[in-house]
């Protein structure tokens, strides 16, 4: 393993890798540049990568949310939007044919 990826790593862990700004990671990796442990070239290489693994981590995270809210939402039995629109449509229609009833068994 590279000195390089030893240090991505390591900043990945130390990190949090899924949520960081890229201004920390840029803080991060400059202090190795002012330590003399990489180059500019490589520390921004190594930000960008950093930053980029955390985007992917932070999308896969939302994906995992979205779906375990899905199942939870499913296991309670809830109707859908279209499902709570199409039932208001039939009380509506019924509500209109049982006025019209209605007027009917008056006259």
Sequence with gaps: MSVIEMIRKSLLASLGAAVVTKEKVEQATQRLVEDGKISRDEAEKLANELVESGKHQWDEIQEKMAETVRKGLDSFDIGSKREFQELKEQVDNLEKRLTV??????E
Excluded: A, F, G, H
């Design 101 to 106: 009833l209605e007027k009917v068994t008056e």
